[in-house]
């Protein structure tokens, strides 16, 4: 299982960006699709989640800001991040679990500025 997540860049605090997770088969496989994020010298942190069902979960961070989503057609898991303020600067990661197995993508880097 591969997963290949993109739209990362560099956005202006204030603006909103949106990243995309492309897994390698159907996002119906997964129990649960999720992004994750890493800023420097810092532990990985949970950001938003999306089960099978459609249910939502998200960081207090970033609850009111982002909308993690299931676009069903295109088989993607959408993160549209909105406000974006320079702590959100981090390398972003997409995340499947099918069962107890984890998968994750190579991630993808927002950069936020001031």
């Known amino acids: 299982v591969q997963l290949q997540a993109f739209g990362g860049g560099l956005v202006q605090a204030g603006e909103f960006r949106t990243l995309s997770c492309a897994p390698s088969?159907?996002?119906?496989?997964?129990?649960?699709m999720a992004w994750y994020r890493q800023a420097p010298g810092k532990q990985r942190e949970l950001v938003a989640t999306?089960?099978?069902?459609?249910?939502?979960n998200y960081a207090d961070s970033v609850e009111d800001r982002f909308t993690i989503s299931r676009n069903n057609a295109e088989n993607t898991v959408n993160l549209r991040m909105d406000s974006l303020k320079p702590e959100d600067t981090a390398f972003y990661y997409c995340?499947?679990?099918?069962?107890?197995?984890?998968?994750w993508g190579e991630g993808t880097q927002v950069t936020v500025s001031s």
């Open positions: 999306v089960n099978v069902g459609g249910r939502t």
């Open positions: 088969e159907s996002i119906f496989n997964f129990n649960s």
């Open positions: 995340n499947g679990r099918i069962l107890s197995w984890n998968y």
